[in-house]
Nanobody, 114 residues
Framework: QVQLVESGGGLVQPGGSLKLSCIAS????????MSWYRQGPGKERELVAS???????NYADSVKDRFTISRNNAENTVYLQMDSLEPKDTAVYYC????????WGPGTQVTVSS
């Protein structure tokens, strides 16, 4: 059974950092396209970052140079390091795999506020 579970969200001040984790089970992330999405209040869900099976990384323009996606194949976990956080980054962050029909995690809330 495919399952994704995000963690690491919370409340952080502007300029701060958070590291999100997405633990995958039921498949191996090493051979799959993995991504992070977010959905802010009143906004549509948007792609934030992705990492391909070959390790190619892509980022939304709004997070480029601030966020870093990575993975630990041995732990079957994908990470999103978020630095220089801004209030506009406030959202629920979701992990997704493109394997099969695509699967989503339940999300983790990130709030950037002073």
């Amino acid at each position: 059974q495919v399952q994704l579970v995000e963690s690491g969200g919370g409340l952080v001040q502007p300029g701060g950092s958070l590291k999100l984790s997405c633990i995958a089970s039921g498949f191996n992330i090493i051979s799959n396209y993995m991504s992070w999405y977010r959905q802010g209040p009143g906004k549509e869900r948007e792609l934030v970052a992705s990492i391909g099976a070959g390790g190619t990384r892509n980022y939304a323009d709004s997070v480029k140079d601030r966020f870093t996606i990575s993975r630990n194949n041995a732990e079957n976990t994908v990470y999103l390091q978020m630095d220089s956080l801004e209030p506009k980054d406030t959202a629920v962050y979701y992990c997704r795999t493109a394997m099969g029909p695509g699967y989503w995690g339940p999300g983790t809330q990130v709030t950037v506020s002073s």
